[in-house]
């Protein structure tokens, strides 16, 4: 969602906090605003509407600078993206504060303060915590206590960072249920940001905050009380990321580059995960082992692209393992009355794994009778891993460009091994193994393959341009993936897209069907092929227009345009027959003109309900 900057140093912040909104970026764009101390210890504030570069032009006509300040990047959910809603927010010229997260208990809050006197500027949620911070300030002297007072009162999840004029000499870091980490820096200044990316060109040392953590930061030392207030030490955590890792080289957009890179990245997931024969069950943990041989169910839980990648595998554990599996959106997970069946392992898929909806349904997991539960995320230090028994990290690298690509793979392709180490305690057999072993091992190639179809999807992306509405067909295993072909081209074209099974074609879709309504079908030649091609035969006397990725199809009707795609093994099809559906995206988004990387509404790491 937002993404939250502060800094305190002994030299000027300005560009510290500048530079660190713009790698934050992708968690929201739709405004952006800093406030900083003076030499005078008097609150100055900068905020605008649109996207950090608005920002920067307000900074280099000001003379603003200070040596302490916090820093935001908006999306919005309380109040319209505009500079009155944007952060930081302040109370009575004494207190600025930004905000990641909701305040669920907002109206409640703003009726007390409205009858104690606070004004209030803006439409969103966050004011009443400004407000709310200063009105325990008056009453204790003391912002620390005021900002623990001010927390225990809130509902909802949020993160926090907080600057007053009444302690010019340190900042206060608040972490409950949004992420928020601390930068350790050189001698003389300390950092907190909602990503440790936007602190790399100052540090590599990271304290990540725990739930309930409230930090008290200052030059040259960084205090930090537990949800009871009780002093706490939390371990410094270096990360190995580089700064050029956000370079987008030759690439126009950061989506083609992260598209490009999953040859490498499922390289890298593969990496020390393959024996000879076998996958290394000790991937997903210690512990791994002796609780696979119990699980006689698996629940899969995860939102958007982490869904379809859900999806997928359940084709696999049911196929594959013959183990039986239910998969659903976190958000309705975690608001249904649930029956956990015997011994089942409950996984979470997310990118960043700071995802609020997963989080909330693995904390009800927990409480919930499950046998174990494994994380399968691209983020080491997330809440997500901390709170998991097992893990298995995806490797994916930084993944800057908010419609998911490589992560997508990248989960798809751990699935894939959990499904396998699963099976061997169940209906896998030795040689099976082995089989499907030999088959990742080929996967880094096949996906090359895929990508040099490059420029023919090029050229078919100029068909949908004029487009307003598109269908994506798939059976079996590929059904999630023209579910994710659709999501993507409706994420960054808005182009209106959905996703079906072909075979529920003729149970309401059909009526859609005419010329101007493109059909992206995704066909491997498996044992529903032929059941496929009579869907597709279904389109095409209606006049639909097809476009079919295929390795084994052969047409000559005008109407259908067949896209070859390389011969792979079954399971590895719905992997490999994913970049194109992701290149075409990227392609008509292009021509239509859109911000690819940062599609309108939308946010990368979404830390809200």
Not at 384 to 400: K, V
Request: hydrophobic share 40%; charged share 20%; glycine share 6%.
């Amino acid at each position: 969602m937002c993404g939250i900057v502060g800094a305190i140093a002994e030299r000027s912040i300005i560009q510290v906090l500048v530079d660190g909104l713009k790698r934050l970026e992708y968690r929201g764009y739709d405004s952006a605003g800093l406030a900083i101390l003076s030499s005078k210890h008097q609150l100055e504030r900068l905020r605008t509407q649109g996207k950090v570069r608005e920002l920067e032009n307000l900074i280099a006509h000001s003379s603003i600078d200070g040596n302490i300040g916090i820093a935001h990047t908006r999306w919005a959910t309380h109040g319209i993206p505009s500079e009155q809603n944007a952060h930081p927010l302040i109370s009575h010229n004494e207190i600025a504060l930004v905000h990641n997260g909701i305040i669920e208990n907002h109206e409640k809050l703003k009726t007390f303060l409205l009858e104690e006197g606070y004004q209030f500027n803006s439409d969103t949620d966050t004011e009443t915590v400004v407000h709310l911070i200063h009105y325990h300030l008056k009453k204790t002297g003391d912002l620390l206590l005021a900002t623990q007072k001010a927390v225990a009162k809130l509902e909802g999840a949020f993160a926090l960072g907080i600057l007053s004029t009444q302690s010019p000499d340190r900042l206060i870091a608040v972490r409950q249920g949004s992420p928020l980490v601390i930068g350790k820096g050189e001698k003389g200044e300390n950092f907190f940001a909602s990503d440790p990316l936007a602190l790399l060109s100052v540090t590599n040392q990271f304290i990540y905050l725990e739930e309930g953590d409230i930090a008290e930061i200052t030059k040259t030392s960084i205090s930090i009380y537990d949800s009871q207030n009780k002093p706490v030490e939390r371990k410094v955590h270096p990360v190995d990321l580089k700064l050029d890792s956000m370079s987008r080289g030759k690439f126009r957009h950061y989506m083609m580059k992260e598209i490009f890179e999953q040859p490498q990245a499922i390289t890298t997931n593969l990496e020390g995960r393959l024996g000879k024969d076998t996958i290394i069950e000790s991937a997903f943990g210690i512990n791994a082992s002796k609780i696979f041989q119990k699980v006689q169910h698996v629940q899969l839980i995860a939102c958007g692209t982490s869904y379809h990648a859900a999806m997928v595998a359940r084709y696999w554990l049911e196929s594959i393992a013959g183990i039986p599996c239910s998969v659903e959106v976190a958000s309705e997970f975690r608001y249904r009355k649930i029956i956990v069946p015997p011994n089942s392992l409950f996984v979470t898929l997310s990118q960043s794994g700071e995802t609020a909806d997963t989080l909330a349904a693995l904390r009800l997991a927990k409480k919930s009778g499950f046998l174990s539960s494994l994380a399968i995320c691209n983020v080491p230090e997330s809440s997500l891993i901390r709170e998991s028994e097992l893990h298995f990290m995806t490797r994916a690298g930084m993944e800057i460009g908010v419609a998911s690509t490589k992560a997508f793979t990248a989960q798809l392709t751990a699935l894939l091994m959990l499904t396998i180490v699963l099976g061997r305690h169940h209906q896998l057999t030795a040689e099976t193994e082995h089989h499907l072993v030999a088959e990742l091992r080929k996967l880094p190639q096949a996906l090359v393959s895929a990508l040099k179809l490059d420029n023919t999807i090029a050229k078919f992306a100029a068909r949908f341009v004029d487009k307003e509405h598109a269908l994506f067909l798939g059976r079996g295993a590929l059904f999630p993936i023209a579910l994710e072909g659709a999501l993507k081209l409706k994420e960054i074209s808005y182009i209106h897209a959905e996703g079906y099974p072909a075979g529920e074609l003729k149970h309401g879709p059909l009526a859609l069907v005419d010329k101007n309504m493109p059909v992206v079908t995704v066909a491997p030649n498996d044992e529903l092929l032929e059941k496929l091609k009579s869907n597709l035969h279904t389109v095409r006397s209606r006049g639909g227009e097809l476009y079919v990725f295929t390795d084994n199809m052969k047409s000559t009707d005008e109407g259908i345009h067949i896209i070859e795609m390389p011969t792979v093994d079954k399971i590895l099809a719905p992997i490999v027959y994913t970049i194109p559906l992701q290149l075409l995206a990227y392609h008509v988004a292009v021509l239509k003109g859109t911000d690819v990387d940062q599609p309108r509404n939308l946010a990368k790491s979404v830390t809200v309900e």
